[in-house]
């Protein structure tokens, strides 16, 4: 008997022991966070200055969130800033998956969503901190929205401060209620490269982004048949100084070899919704890792409606600036479109071929008259142009090739599952390359 009680009091101590770690592991809240299995609760979601936080049933369970719990934040009153944080039980690790994702519900497109990462010195709000812009682009649909963090340290921030609708005070009405679900990491580049100069956005090998800032945006990167370029739209909420960076915060692969000799860089820029010229566009040239080391110059539009290159001088600082000093480092290029005004949601800016040193051709890359349509398509792509020769084949989004054939003018991809492709037409030395989506 003293055997058997001994045995049988060992027993529950060790399931107890056992139950309390397991208790413990699920208590911590580390990403990914799907808010299922009471990963977070409601007071984990802490609230600040008219926004308030809780986790929820899933109002509109789909294919493209079918979760049962999710999370929501409610703005009603309080400051343009309000919202919720979650504070995790570790630290953000950048080594790799520099992405913040997050699948998002709003009552309408456009709504700035910014995504704040902070440390924990201090009381909240705690440094450091960086935050980054994304927009709402659907009604009432869950979508997925993402934050680039690439050049950030590692284990440095560990709360997730979300304000949605930044820049506007809520009611508390439908209008001011928020669900998300689903806040993971990722590698944005999909095992591309990175980015460098010359910028042409015709690379497939290479991963183009634009970062956005200042309520700049959202700016984009467009495939059409004589090549690809950027659109930039400056809102009129927007800083005076709101522009966009080219790549992202990580800056690009090689330094910018700048000399006192050789100090320019070329833009080839086009102005639509105005007949205005004159408008000043900045380029900044700085260190990504120390924004104290940087440049910028000016330079005026002359034309409207028609693409011109536009010769960037660093020896010709901008007014009140520091000079260029060639012992920096420079590896990270921004562009402020019309810089010191107002946006105005009627102009929109294009740009391409950022290069240093001597300007691109605005027909390098560009293969025949090539038209890809309908694109976004359902299951079937058509190629309009096709002599009967060239080599098609198609690479997911992580650069594997699923799909290859010749000469054909209708390619049916009815088994392909919904995303991005690349569709390369190939002949002789030349080829050409198009985003496409399924839908």
Sequence with gaps: MPIFIKTYKMKNILSLLIFFFISALNSQILLPIDFEDNQVLNEDIIHFNGGSGYVVYNPQIDDNNPSEHVGVIIRDGGDIWAGSYIELDGYLDFSTNTTLNMRVLSPYPGLMVKFKIEGDIGEFPSEPATERDAYTTATNEWEILSWDFSGEPSDTFRKLVLMFDFGNVGDGTADSTFYFDDIFQTDPSGGLSQIDLPVTFDDPSVY??????????????????????????????????????????????????????????????????????????????????????????????????????????????????????????????????????????????????????????TNDNILGAYRIYPNPFIDVINVFGIEGDEIIFINDILGKEIFRGVGLEEINLSSFEKGTYFLTLSKGSQSSTFKVIKK
């Excluded at 370029?229 to 700048?258: C, H, M, Q």
């Excluded at 104290?292 to 330079?299: A, F, G, H, K, Y």
């Design 208 to 361: 183009y982004v634009l970062t956005d800032f200042g309520g700049n945006g959202p700016s984009t990167i467009l495939e059409t048949i004589d090549g690809n370029y950027a659109r930039v739209e400056k809102n009129s909420g927007a800083e005076t100084w709101a522009g966009v960076t080219i790549g992202s915060g990580a800056g690009f692969l090689n330094d910018i070899p700048i000399t006192n000799n050789d100090t320019k860089m070329f833009v080839d820029v086009f102005v639509s919704g105005t007949d205005q010229t004159g408008i000043p566009i900045k380029l900044k040239i700085e260190n990504s890792q120390d924004p104290t080391q940087s440049v910028e110059t000016d330079m005026n539009t002359t034309v409207a409606g028609e693409w011109e290159t536009m010769e960037f001088d660093f020896l010709n600082e901008s007014e009140g600036t520091a000079a260029l000093n060639t012992d920096f480092v420079f590896d990270m290029a921004s562009i402020f479109f019309n810089f010191g005004s107002s946006g105005n949601q009627d102009i929109v800016y294009y740009f391409d071929n950022v290069s240093f040193g001597s300007q691109l051709s």
